[in-house]
């Protein structure tokens, strides 16, 4: 579908981008110049493309995919896009439905918000780094313009003024000045100084200031100049109260330094101990005389180098301070690992005067730390990590392909059938074979991929710097490695696995998407019988929003009537007389239409929907062969059962509740069971069946012969009728194996005294084969195709009940 040329004049004529997007195939049929300029393309290189191929956020993908399952809404929000070189494109994206005569479109604008953003960005750094400047001074600042009105300050100021949170709050200048001359001892000094620094706006002075708290405080006025002029004042306060009890702080100081709990080391201007307190003797493994004099940075080390370590120096020669990470070395002992901080201390001109060193032992510390992160990050049975450390790693590695525009792949793997493993061996053999699944999967892959267990049977590997035919070629050595017999106690046995596969970057940008993707991918394989690989295609997504709809749409529609019954008649062959009737599952969903039985019997199975459907069939069914017998016009009705809705425990009670409540004779009802069911535990089958069989209900086997027919257990279930599936009827009279089937079966089923029904029998040469072959009853569209209960009940009564 292409856009007319006035439409495309009319879109090119936008000043903003434009997309014009098929309601239908979800494809780009028109793009004007901007939109094309926006992403570093040209017009053909984007039209005719899907649009989840520009979707280059979770969220668009995830609107893509929801308009693809018909959830229709238009959208207005910010975005990001990509554009070829890669770089990100900030857009305010505006998505609308359009409907034109028969044909609809979503019309997709674009604004380009990229330079906005970096102004808003470099802005807000601006502000930030002004702000972190004004808040990591030790001194406490107030700034004000020329009139005293207060235009900033900082925590440390309010701090040292002790103002209260209400004066804060209110944003009141006189409340303020009134709290700070409350707190002065000279009131009278303090007002007539501060009227003088008003009247002179270049005036430069330092006050001292006595506070009613016991604090001393340094102030130093400042003007502030905007192009020469001065437009404020800074006025800087500090704590100065410590320096005028110096000689009451060194003696604390000195307790403390006995008595602390760090290793404490003072050091000259280069850095020779010149004092250390009683822990470094225990912790250095020499005694303090002996410590004297010796360089720092031979009993600490941040690595092999000797000499002050740079980072050290250049923190203190920044800051005045350092802190980090060093270890000591005792002599003759094991490395201790420390937290070390490290202060420059300066006399009263501000010349080096010592440097002080604290060490603190975190040894167990970091012990503790490793085993945490060990449990954290590492699955306890396999040894393998987890998923929170696979993320991470992908993380890791995410930003490095983007950069060098490389690949990889990630694959879910999920062994097949291992709940039986559990439940028949127990869960010990179960762990042994997860242990051993693990090890054979490290054999499969290089030093640079990752292997982590997600949980239960669920494994995913990270395959670095693999294109499709690599990743492939890894998937196939997995699983013929993974299909080794496993020998655990004395047991031998074979454990297969299905495993989905997501490349980066076409199917998913971030660790969540491509193990979700792989993991859509690796539950296509079950479907489809599992033992294989599949790498992921985006049509997955939108098959399992199909089939999650239809499981939503299923379960609505039982709960309003949309389903019904209909049957067809199964007639005589001898007489051609009506003898029973096969109940068929009908659905008319209001959403979907007729829906087919083929697409949502399936899905119902999948989901365990069967179970509650089959259920709702096998009352209707019972019910209404019920009403016909009390009408004086019984007729034998067949009902299918899956083999889910079979296996339930209180199955074979639940049909003998139906046929008592109906009162329903059982001869006139029969259970179609296919031949997957029989196999399936065969004891507990031949309990049900001949439970059932007990109640007088008929049993037949549905679809004989393409299953896994076995003569053993034809003679012993209790079975009274076998159905020749209509695809060995199909090719009758002509086609040589279809009549050798059918006569085999009709054989078969005489000598083991059963009766034999023809599925979808549509010509008279098909009806002679089989009546000459032995077959005693059929149905299909040679007599009647199924019907409903009104045209059924015409059919009964012009017929007679053979």
């Known amino acids: 579908m292409t856009l007319g040329w006035s439409a495309q004049a009319l879109i090119d004529a936008v000043l903003e981008a434009v997309w014009v997007v098929d309601a239908t195939s979800l494809r780009l049929i028109a793009v004007n110049p901007q939109a094309a300029r926006m992403l570093e393309l040209a017009p053909q290189d984007m039209v005719g493309r899907p649009v989840l191929d520009f979707a280059s956020t979770p969220e668009d993908a995830f609107y893509w995919e929801d308009v693809a399952a018909g959830h229709e809404q238009p959208i207005r929000s910010d975005s990001q896009m990509q554009a070829r070189s890669g770089q990100t494109v900030h ?163 000195a307790k403390v330094f006995e008595a602390s709990l760090d290793a404490v080391l003072i050091a000259d201007p280069q850095h020779r101990v010149v ?261 992921y295609q985006p049509q997955m997504n939108v098959d399992l929003l199909v089939r999650m709809k239809m499981n939503h749409a299923m379960r609505q529609g039982l709960e309003l009537g949309e389903f019904s019954l209909q049957f067809q008649p199964q007639w005589s062959m001898a007489d051609d007389q009506l003898v029973g009737a096969e109940a068929l599952l009908r659905w008319n969903s209001a959403e979907l239409g007729m829906v087919s039985p083929s697409r949502f019997i399936p899905v119902a199975e999948d989901s365990g929907f069967i179970v509650r459907l089959g259920d709702w069939v096998l009352e209707q069914g019972i019910l209404q062969a019920a009403l016909w017998a009390q009408s004086g016009r019984p007729v034998r009705v067949s009902v299918n059962v899956s083999a889910l809705q079979f296996q339930q425990p209180g199955f074979v009670a639940r049909v003998a509740d139906l046929l008592q409540r109906h009162r329903l004779a059982p001869h006139d009802f029969e259970l179609e069971l296919t031949e997957s069911i029989l196999v399936k535990d065969i004891d507990d089958t031949l309990e049900r069946l001949q439970a059932l069989s007990a109640l007088g209900v008929s049993l037949a086997i549905d679809d004989f012969g393409t299953g896994y027919s076995s003569l053993g257990y034809l003679k012993r279930l209790p079975i009274h009728r076998l159905k020749i599936d209509r695809s060995f009827v199909a090719g009758l009279p002509g086609d040589v194996s279809d009549s050798g089937i059918v006569r085999a079966v009709t054989t078969l089923a005489l000598s083991l005294g059963l009766k034999v029904v023809a599925e979808g029998v549509e010509t008279p040469q098909q009806h002679v084969f089989l009546r000459e072959a032995g077959c005693q009853e059929f149905q299909g569209y040679l007599r009647a195709a199924a019907m409903s209960v009104a045209e059924f009940e015409v059919l009964l009564r012009a017929q007679s009940v053979g």
């Open 275 to 535: 004092a250390a307190n009683p822990l470094c003797e225990g912790l250095l493994g020499q005694a303090v005389d002996k410590l004297l004099g010796q360089s720092v940075w031979d009993l600490l080390r941040e690595d092999a180098s000797s000499g002050v370590p740079q980072r050290v120096q250049a923190g203190l020669d920044l800051r005045g301070h350092w802190v980090g990470e060093m270890v000591c070395q005792p002599p003759g002992g094991s490395p201790v690992p420390g937290h070390v901080s490290v202060v420059r201390v300066t006399n009263s001109e501000g010349e080096l005067a010592q440097i002080v060193v604290f060490f603190r032992d975190v040894s167990d510390k970091l012990a503790d730390k490793a085993r945490i992160e060990e449990l954290a990050y590492t699955d306890s049975l396999t040894g393998l990590p987890n998923r929170s450390r696979f993320a991470q790693r992908v993380s890791f590695l995410l930003p490095m392909v983007r950069r060098a525009g490389g690949q990889f792949a990630v694959a879910f793997v999920d062994l097949d059938r291992f709940k039986q493993i559990n439940d028949s061996l127990g869960h010990p053999v179960g762990d042994q074979v997860l242990v051993e699944v693990a090890r054979r999967l490290k054999l499969c892959v290089r030093e640079v991929d990752v292997i982590a267990r997600l949980g239960g049977d669920e494994f995913v590997m990270l395959l670095n710097q693999l294109d499709e035919q690599g990743a492939e070629a890894v998937i196939q050595r997995t699983m013929a490695e993974l299909s080794k017999p496993f020998e655990l106690g004395g047991l031998s046995f074979s454990v297969t696995s299905s495993i989905g596969v997501a490349m980066y970057p076409q199917d998913g940008l971030t660790v969540d998407d491509l193990i979700q993707h792989a993991d859509t991918a690796m539950y296509r394989v079950k479907d489809h019988g599992r033992s294989g690989y599949r790498f």
């Open 91 to 253: 857009v305010e994206r505006r998505v609308s439905r359009v409907v034109l005569g028969d044909q609809a479109f979503f019309v997709v604008g674009l604004r380009d918000q990229t330079q906005e953003r970096l102004a808003e960005r470099e802005l807000e750094k601006l502000v930030a780094e002004l702000r972190a400047t004004l808040e990591s001074t030790a001194d406490g600042i107030l700034v004000t313009d020329m009139e005293g009105s207060i235009r900033s300050y900082n925590q440390h100021f309010a701090k040292l003024w002790s103002l209260p949170f209400d004066v804060l709050t209110r944003r009141d200048d006189a409340a303020v000045y009134d709290w700070m001359a409350s707190c002065v001892l000279d009131v009278q000094q303090y007002d007539q100084r501060l009227h003088a620094i008003r009247r002179s706006p270049l005036l430069e002075v330092t006050d001292v200031l006595a506070l009613h708290s016991g604090q001393i405080l340094e102030r130093v006025t400042l003007p502030q100049y905007a192009r020469g002029r001065p437009v404020g004042r800074v006025f800087s306060f500090r704590d100065i109260t410590q320096r005028l009890k110096d000689d009451a702080q060194r003696r604390l100081a």
